[in-house]
């Protein structure tokens, strides 16, 4: 007697309640209005660096590059925890911060390409909540330093 659904019948249908399930995760978290990178803009005289050095080894952060006028932090390394960017630049008295956290494709492959490749750290939504949290509370110790309010 033959099966009236056979095996590829059954992974066919698997696939499309799979797929159909993340379109609707996706519509429930749908977006969020977040940026790729949580930007900041700020006037602060004095020494940047000053503040910034004593702060990044508090908060395990650790430079990747430095340039004249800004330098780019990371803290993480994909393993446990997504790594947590932050790019600051300061031109005169004006201050640009970026902060995001990077996605690998590995990670991204993983839950079939649902996350982006970067993501800011604002408050909100469901995708990598406590990558963006640990980046936030960090950043929000830095910010009253420099005078700044915190990021919600």
Not at 56 to 83: D, I, N, W
Request: proline share 4%.
């Amino acid at each position: 007697m033959r099966p009236l659904i056979g095996w590829t019948h059954v992974a066919d249908i698997a696939l499309i309640y799979c797929f159909s399930n993340i379109a609707t995760i996706q519509a429930i978290s749908g977006d969020t209005g977040m940026t790729s990178r949580t930007q900041l803009q700020f006037s602060f005289t004095g020494d940047l660096w000053s503040v910034m050095e004593p702060w990044s080894r508090e908060q395990g952060y650790r430079l990747k590059h430095s340039t004249s006028s800004g330098r780019l932090y990371q803290k993480g390394r994909y393993f446990m925890v997504a790594p947590m960017m932050l790019s600051v630049e300061q031109v005169g008295d004006n201050v640009q911060m970026e902060a995001w956290i990077r996605t690998n494709w590995f990670t991204r492959l993983m839950v079939l390409f649902t996350l982006p490749r970067e993501m800011g750290i604002e408050s909100g939504g469901f995708r990598m909540v406590i990558p963006r949290m640990l980046a936030r509370d960090a950043l929000n110790k830095l910010l009253p330093q420099l005078n700044q309010a915190k990021i919600s």
